[in-house]
């Protein structure tokens, strides 16, 4: 295989960019600029992203909405396209080290946010004014891959590397640690060197050490890391699977799963703020759209219910062109980046655009791996590309969806699972302040429930903290008290859920009834 041929400098602009583009993410249309880089790809190339284009506006035709449908997914794709161009402007390692100076941006504003040097820093999850722990857990992923793989001189590389752990670990966000490790490994399996062996021993060497720390001195920032719970995605996937039943072929358009989930009288936020105010609203444009930011937290579930399985299909068939790509020109940063933020979407949604900078450096990261093609690859060769590209295409799909999978088949209702009292008005005058009491009969252990109601699809109504149940002790009466839909009926739902979340997102029982509005 011949090395691509050398490319130019890419314009100080697109340096400039690429460096602020985590910390200042609303830059990130910019990139639209850089869709006539596309031109440089094999012709082979146009057919994917042509064909993964055609997958997301049949459906909107389809859709409930289908103008605005296809004109949010018009956007989605031109995006995403002008980020793969940036990153075609961007192919050279050299020009991808930049980013480290945002990542350090942030990083340091995180810190300092969530006050550096006092007891506070360990006692609560990692925050920063407009980002998430989860999303400064991902940037932490980042930080470590650039240090490993993205060469360059040690001065820069091991403080960045140590900063970025630290980030990864106080932020508790387990995506971010599954991603970060995974990322590292893949890495330096695509391209064996002992410097890189070395230095990914001491990193993971420095997580593991932190990890044992903080269970010893039992910091709580950092011990969630240990937990296996989902933090309550079961809920939302159950929402998501009703989303997709309500319409299976063209699902819902892009960006418009958000109006379904929000609740009745809910506020669209850019943010939430971390002392759990009530954040930064939405400008008027995005409320219109609904509420784009409420997301499915899982790849397979977000696009079957935006744009049903012929979308998901253009998705994974791009997913895995590029999958095999990088591991072809064996380029192990970009192998970091698109295992770890694949690995992550499976219980976050880390491939949307636009987003806090993480979707934003995956598809940069496609076009600088597509870039390293090489350009003099005969036409009888592409077919060689296709058949692996199918296989990575269905492993990953497969592996992604197992949500959606664990959910196929129902199990039978449990006699263990029964309720003792419930008083739930099936008519009433009001739609504001709709209370349910209800007590369970259950075996003892720890439990939860949600409220949600139904229209065309159902969204969570009341969330309840998990209820304990004592062995030869009733279970509490619960109040569940909300606000439903000004509509004339709709259709109500009681599920119970086991107290610790799991990646199964069936209840373990669900009791239905109607409502009727009668101002």
Aim: glycine letters at 10%.
């Amino acid at each position: 295989m011949t090395s691509p041929p050398q490319r130019p400098a890419p314009a100080l602009g697109w340096r400039v960019w690429w460096a602020v583009l985590v910390p200042l993410y609303v830059l990130s249309p910019l990139a639209l600029l850089a869709l006539p880089q596309l031109r440089r790809l094999p012709r082979p190339l146009w057919w994917v992203l042509g064909g993964y284009a055609l997958s997301q506006q049949l459906p909107a035709l389809l859709s409930p909405e289908p103008l605005l449908a296809s004109f949010l997914a018009l956007a989605r794709t031109l995006l995403m396209f002008g980020l793969i161009g940036a990153g075609l402007a961007l192919s050279g390692t050299p020009w991808l080290r930049g980013l480290a100076c945002g990542l350090a941006a942030v990083y340091a504003t995180a810190l300092l946010y969530s006050g550096l040097g006092t007891p506070e820093l360990t006692q609560q999850r990692l925050f920063h004014p407009y980002m998430t722990s989860i999303t400064l857990g991902l940037t932490g992923a980042f930080g470590l891959w650039w240090a490993l793989f993205a060469g360059g001189r040690w001065w820069w590389r091991v403080p960045l590397g140590v900063a970025a752990i630290s980030i990864v670990l106080l932020s508790g966000s387990r995506g971010g640690l599954a991603a970060a490790g995974l990322g590292a490994v893949l890495g330096y399996l695509v391209r064996l060197r002992w410097q890189i062996a070395l230095s990914l021993l001491l990193a993971l060497g420095l997580l593991g050490g932190g990890l044992y720390a903080a269970q010893r001195f039992d910091v709580p920032s950092v011990t969630r890391l240990l937990s296996t719970d989902t933090s309550g995605r079961d809920v939302v996937w159950w929402n998501a699977i009703s989303v997709i039943q309500s319409a299976p072929l063209s699902g819902v358009g892009s960006y418009r799963l958000g109006a379904r989930f929000a609740p009745p009288g809910g506020q669209c936020l850019l943010w939430p703020a971390p002392d759990n105010s009530a954040g930064a609203p939405c400008p008027d444009l995005i409320s219109r759209l609904g509420y784009p930011w409420l997301i499915a937290h899982n790849v397979t579930l977000q696009q079957l219910a935006e744009t049903g399985p012929l979308g998901l299909l253009g998705l994974f068939a791009l997913l895995g062109v590029v999958g095999v790509a990088a591991v072809w020109v064996r380029d192990p940063l970009g192998v970091a980046v698109l295992s770890g933020l694949l690995l992550a979407t499976a219980t976050d949604n880390t491939l949307l655009v636009p987003s806090p900078g993480v979707a934003e450096v995956f598809w940069v990261m496609v076009g600088a791996v597509l870039a390293q093609l090489p350009g003099d690859v005969p036409a009888a060769r592409w077919p060689l590309l296709g058949w692996p590209a199918g296989l990575a295409a269905a492993g990953l799909m497969l592996a992604l969806s197992l949500p959606l999978l664990a959910s196929l088949k129902m199990p039978p209702p449990s006699p263990a699972y029964k309720l003792a009292t419930l008083i739930a008005p099936t008519t009433v005058k009001t739609t504001q302040k709709y209370s349910v009491y209800v007590q369970f009969d259950l075996p003892p252990g720890r439990y939860r429930t949600e409220l949600r109601t139904c229209l065309k699809s159902c969204t969570y109504l009341v969330l309840t903290s998990p209820f304990n149940v004592v062995s030869g002790q009733q279970a509490p009466v619960l109040n569940l008290t909300a606000d439903l839909y000004p509509q004339s009926r709709q259709r109500l739902e009681l599920l119970l859920y086991p107290g610790d979340s799991t990646l199964r997102p069936v209840p373990l029982a669900e009791r239905s009834w109607t409502v009727e509005w009668r101002p």
